[in-house]
């Protein structure tokens, strides 16, 4: 039962930054928010994570509310290969702790 | 950055045969792993978490007798799908822990099991 809430699906256009939204209400006080993606019939590809701080690395940002209840994965200048399913998952940050996948959002970048 | 491996990558069986999946941390040593089933355009579902030297602990639903997990070692654990049905025809794929690595999972390339 995964705790996360994501549109089925968006597009966006080439070049331009594409911001997925996720909703996380009921994510508790310990569990951070991590996003990964899946190319198609690939294993899911790490993204980043977050607990309550806003992170970038080289390949995106991650905006937390401040009540935490949703985030915005913003991919800066979106390309063609960045077309996937994104996976917005919320998980007590230990070793051993498992990943719980939703619906993820499925992303097409457009030329 | 840690890798996964997984292998084959894809496999065609008989009805009735049993087929070996492998999952190996190549650089780290896992004590846990995770295998995940995948149907066409669906998510990936959680059969069980392998924990190397213990048994296998699966989700509810999955049929322990029929997903053999092994993790007899820190850097491999394989899954074995016993009398294996078209309706096991999935893409399967691992996934491991790396200590250290803000307990981010690596995914295996996955493995996708066709079953005749």
């Known amino acids: 039962d995964a705790k996360t809430t994501q549109p089925p699906s968006m597009d966006c256009a080439e070049g331009r930054a594409a911001n997925l939204p996720c909703n996380h209400s009921t994510i508790s006080g310990n569990e951070y928010v991590y996003w990964y993606r899946q190319i198609h019939s690939q294993g899911p590809q790490y993204i980043i994570h977050g607990l309550k701080n806003n992170e970038t690395n080289e390949m995106a940002s991650l905006i937390i509310t401040e009540d935490r209840k949703s985030s915005t994965l913003i991919l800066p200048h979106a390309t063609l290969r960045d077309t996937a399913v994104y996976y917005c998952?919320?998980?007590?940050?230990?070793?051993?702790?498992?990943?719980?996948f939703g619906g993820g959002t499925r992303v097409l970048v457009k030329p | 950055g840690a890798v996964v491996s997984q292998h084959p990558s894809w496999v065609i069986c008989k009805s009735g045969t049993s087929v070996k999946i492998e999952c190996r941390s190549l650089?780290?040593?896992?004590?846990?792993m995770f295998w995940y089933r995948q149907f066409p355009k669906q998510s990936l579902m959680l059969m069980a978490t392998s924990n190397e030297g213990s048994k296998a602990t699966y989700e509810q639903g999955v049929e322990k007798d029929k997903f053999l997990i092994n993790h007899a070692s820190l850097t491999l654990s394989t899954l074995t799908v016993t009398s294996a049905h078209p309706e096991d025809s999935s893409f399967y794929i691992c996934?491991?822990?790396?200590?250290?690595?803000?307990?981010?999972?690596?995914f295996g390339s996955g493995t996708q099991l066709s079953v005749l």
């Open positions: 650089d780290f040593q896992a004590t846990t």
């Open positions: 998952i919320v998980r007590v940050k230990a070793a051993g702790n498992k990943l719980t």
């Open positions: 996934s491991a822990d790396k200590p250290g690595a803000n307990e981010k999972l690596f």
